[in-house]
């Protein structure tokens, strides 16, 4: 007779059977309100990470705007931001408007041109 105990593995049969799910991935019976409990951490978590993402991208946007200033606060970025903006859009605007004036100067250098070809020809 084997006088030993039993090891913990042979004393709780560790392998699921084939019908059920290994340990990790068995629900368990919950407490009254531990399921709102970890939704609201789950949310807490969730805001965190929208948190770290958006102070991420608004430190990208600060280093896009001046890579040489040590520190940005939000509102700086903001308004440098919006400046920046209203300058590109300005800018777009003369360039647009420059283009539509040498565009109707092309035309009528190329009409110009036409017609001193025609009058050459009749001659």
Do not use: C, W
């Not at 970890?38 to 280093?63: C, I, V």
């Not at 360039?95 to 004036?101: H, I, Q, T, V």
């Amino acid at each position: 007779m084997d006088n030993r105990l039993p090891t913990t593995s042979e004393k709780f049969h560790l392998d699921p059977p084939d019908n059920r799910s290994p340990p990790n991935q068995v629900k368990t019976e919950s407490r009254p309100g531990t399921e709102q409990k970890d939704r609201k951490l789950q949310k807490a978590d969730r805001e965190k990470l929208r948190r770290d993402r958006l102070n991420d991208q608004f430190t990208e946007l600060g280093k896009t705007l001046d890579p040489e200033r040590p520190k940005f606060d939000k509102a700086t970025i903001l308004s440098d931001t919006i400046q920046m903006l209203n300058d590109l859009t300005a800018q777009v605007n003369k360039l647009k408007s420059e283009y539509a004036a040498l565009t109707e100067e092309s035309r009528e250098v190329t009409f110009l041109l036409s017609l001193l070809n025609l009058l050459v020809y009749l001659q």
